[in-house]
């Protein structure tokens, strides 16, 4: 579970702009992968469900959501 921690602190980590770009349509997918990472070492049910949607019915507007959040705040919903 260590490399799954480092890749969660890697993606906490990234620059604005790479966070801004990776919540970009079709590049969406990165987060919902990271959601579904980040629940599973959380051992975070929740979270782990929002990245599943995320990535399959999600895809419409999920890129939406995740923009504003990047832009706002600084990372996307609920990661």
Known sequence: MAKNNSIVSQFEN???IVKLI???PALDIVWGIFRI???LTTNNLLLLIIG???IVPGA???WIIDLVGVIL???PFLA
């Open 37 to 39: 990472i980040k629940g």
């Open 52 to 54: 599943i949607l995320w």
């Open 73 to 75: 705040t600084g990372h």
């Open 22 to 24: 990776l919540a970009l």
């Open 14 to 16: 990234l620059p604005w």
């Open 60 to 62: 419409a507007f999920g």
